[in-house]
């Protein structure tokens, strides 16, 4: 059973704007560290931006002043605001959760410890 379901990928020109959301029927938002992370074939998974319980968030440098992360608590979704895209962006975006709940953004963001629970992804595509 898919715990992490992601939406709202698609295709954009450069500068253009979408917003991801990640909706999560077994964990509560408010409790644990959550993420987003991308990946395109032949490159290392990066982690964007990743957001604790109280709001304290992280961010890759590559995306910092165009993106951001957020939730919705009573809704139990993750966001993604990405805006002034680039083609650079494009890639399958995943959100994570540490169900342990033991990681800080910096390192859940980082894969430092693993153990990560996983989205099956959404695409997007940015042409120039």
């Known amino acids: 059973q898919v715990q992490l379901v992601e939406s709202g990928g698609g295709s954009v020109q450069a500068g253009g704007s979408l917003r991801l959301s990640c909706a999560t029927s077994r964990y509560s938002t408010s409790s644990y560290c959550m993420g987003w992370f991308r990946q395109t074939p032949g490159k290392e998974r990066e982690g964007v931006a990743a957001i604790d319980s109280d709001g304290y968030t992280s961010y890759a440098d590559s995306v910092k002043g165009r993106f951001t992360i957020s939730k919705d608590n009573a809704k139990n979704t993750l966001y993604l605001q990405m805006n002034s895209l680039k083609p650079e962006d494009t890639a399958m975006y995943y959100c994570?959760?540490?169900?342990?709940?033991?990681?800080?953004?910096?390192?859940?963001?980082?894969?430092?410890?693993?153990?990560?629970?996983w989205g099956q992804g959404t695409q997007v595509t940015v042409s120039s």
């Open positions: 994570a959760v540490d169900p342990a709940g033991l990681q800080t953004p910096e390192e859940l963001r980082g894969e430092t410890y693993g153990g990560l629970d």
